[in-house]
């Protein structure tokens, strides 16, 4: 799923909304017109695996 940004007015929603988790062709096509721009995906940092110190069994 992804995300655009609406650089234009698009079906009753203004420009500057933007439009979440929506399919990614749909995404492509609404680029491809000039209607958005696709934001990029916060990764997020993987969780630290915990390490064994010394005082570890």
């Known amino acids: 799923m992804t ?3 609406l650089t234009r007015k ?3 929603r203004p ?3 933007i439009l ?3 399919s990614g062709s749909e995404a492509n096509g609404l680029v ?3 209607l958005a721009i ?4 916060e ?3 993987a969780p630290k695996k915990a390490t ?6």
């Open 52 to 57: 064994k110190g010394a005082d570890a069994e």
């Open 32 to 34: 491809t017109l000039g």
């Open 43 to 45: 990764e997020q940092p």
């Open 38 to 41: 696709i934001l990029k995906e």
């Open 10 to 12: 698009y079906k009753g």
């Open 20 to 22: 979440k988790d929506i």
């Open 3 to 5: 995300n655009v940004l």
């Open 15 to 17: 420009a500057g909304e």
